[in-house]
């Protein structure tokens, strides 16, 4: 179980996680090794899954978000694998979901544009059999993006 003190650690790294163990510790109330330990408590427990730097999408000219929904035909173990096996590879999707409700799948990609979606439209459905349904809707504006989970004590 979280305490109040690993919570503010986590909320502290997600806002920015290049802070110091000195700033950490001094933000809640210990020295640098009790707080060395927590932190290296939560990466060995996979609360702390790594730590990253968020880019800009459209400064690197990745202006273009699709939301893709995916209806098969098939469900076998196999072919899950399979279709697991080649969405990973492509560095376009940003997430991967399965889903419940009318849509078995549901990708989210960014690309630079609408060549660029088409090109990998055209990978994913050649690369995939059993593929019945695969309907996509284009973001027109970012409201809001964050990566930060409610974890705040």
Known sequence: MLDKTDRTLLALL??????????????????????????????????????????????????????ML????????????????????????????RMAGEYDYLLRIQVADMKSYDAFYKRLVNGVPGLIDVTSSFAMEEIKYTTALPVAP
């Not at 020295?31 to 968020?54: N, Q, S, Y």
């Not at 279709?83 to 492509?90: D, G, L, R």
């Open 70 to 97: 995916i209806k098969t035909q098939q469900h076998s173990s196999d072919w899950f694998q399979q279709f697991v096996a080649v969405v990973q590879q492509m560095p376009e999707v940003m997430a991967f979901y």
């Open 14 to 67: 997600q806002k920015d996680c290049t802070l110091s163990l000195q700033a950490l510790a001094d933000a809640v109330n210990l020295t640098t090794t009790p707080c060395w330990k927590r932190l290296k408590k939560l990466e060995d427990d996979g609360i702390i899954r790594a730590r990253v730097a968020l880019l800009d999408g459209e400064k690197l000219g990745l202006s273009l978000t699709a939301f």
